[in-house]
């Protein structure tokens, strides 16, 4: 008959480690129950947000407008694919309300399309900030509150049109889970023609004084026709003065608009120096009585501005 003389069991010092170790494995696991949820639920949230994104743009491409942050057939609430979280709250709607008119006024191409700019921007850390955008949507996360501020006020209000920059980072607390569209992307998605106008020179030759001097600016963008005006905000490098003055830009009935392409063509001064120019290149999205410079006030049609500095060298 066989023994087991050599088989033992286990002592309790070893059945007490081995508990202890269980023990160690089974708090870890729970630990990492809660971010692992908290990760999945960003997830997941992330693509509700994008789901939202492209029903309001589809929408919109179809009305000429943004929705309101309202329920009715108008409202985010009804645009939006998911309009809480995979927490459960309310997503936060923020939009530039220049897109979104309100009754009796009524959107035309031009409520998108017309315009250039918005009065929304996103501060993404602490040295970049997103400009033009034209909606977001936010989600608090698994915070109880917003963690995005106004940059004016620190408050951030409830779903609606908004006119400030909005600071999306933080410290301590999760931050919200945010996304947007720009103006550029929006124009883009829905069909708008005319590409953002921009002055594709970055720089002017340089002449010599009492010489002829020849300079060819280019533009990129825009709905044709394509029509350029120059400004001498100082002194004026050239001879002739009545055509480049101070602010001539600015009077639409009294500056002169230059068809495109623009050359500059013309004679230089006796005098050497360095020499700046603000040139202003506009398109024909707009009605000649309604463009004037492209000002901080008259953003609302395709145009772009850039200061050159003509060097005049001696003879």
């Given at each position: ?182 103006l550029d992307e929006l124009r883009s998605k829905i069909g708008c023609q005319g590409a953002p106008l921009k002055i594709v020179n970055n720089e002017l030759p340089s002449g010599k004084a009492a010489s002829g001097y020849s300079a060819a ?99």
């Open positions: 008959m066989r023994t087991l003389k050599n088989h033992t069991g286990f002592t309790l010092v070893e059945l007490a480690v081995v508990l202890v170790i269980i023990g160690l494995l089974v708090g870890l696991g729970s630990s990492m129950v809660g971010p692992m949820t908290n990760f999945v639920r960003v997830r997941e949230t992330r693509d509700m947000e994008d789901a939202n994104l492209q029903a309001i743009v589809s929408w919109a491409s179809s009305r000429n407008m943004l929705p309101n942050a309202g329920s009715t057939e108008t409202g985010f609430k009804t645009v939006a694919k998911s309009p809480q979280d995979a927490w459960g709250q309310d997503f936060l709607y923020l939009y530039d309300g220049n897109f979104s008119p309100t009754l009796p006024a009524l959107p035309t191409k031009d409520t998108i399309c017309g315009r250039r700019s918005t009065a929304m921007k996103l501060a993404l850390d602490a040295t970049t900030t997103l400009n033009n955008v034209a909606f977001a949507v936010f989600s608090r996360a698994d915070n109880t509150a917003f963690q995005s501020t106004k940059v004016s006020d620190g408050a951030v209000p409830v779903s609606g049109a908004i006119a400030d920059t909005i600071q999306t980072y933080t410290t301590g607390k999760n931050p919200d889970v945010v996304r947007w569209v720009t600016l280019t533009a990129d963008g825009g709905v044709p026709a394509i029509e350029w005006c120059v400004e001498t905000p100082t002194s004026n490098p050239f001879t002739d003065s009545a055509l480049f003055s101070p602010n001539a830009c600015n009077d639409p009935t009294n500056s002169t608009w230059l068809p495109d392409p623009l050359t500059i063509s013309k004679t230089l001064s006796n005098t050497a120096g360095s020499y700046k120019l603000i040139v202003y290149v506009r398109d024909s999205s707009h009605g000649a009585a309604t463009r004037t410079k492209c000002d901080a006030a008259n953003l609302n049609y395709n145009c772009a501005q850039k200061t050159f500095v003509i060097t005049v060298n001696s003879q």
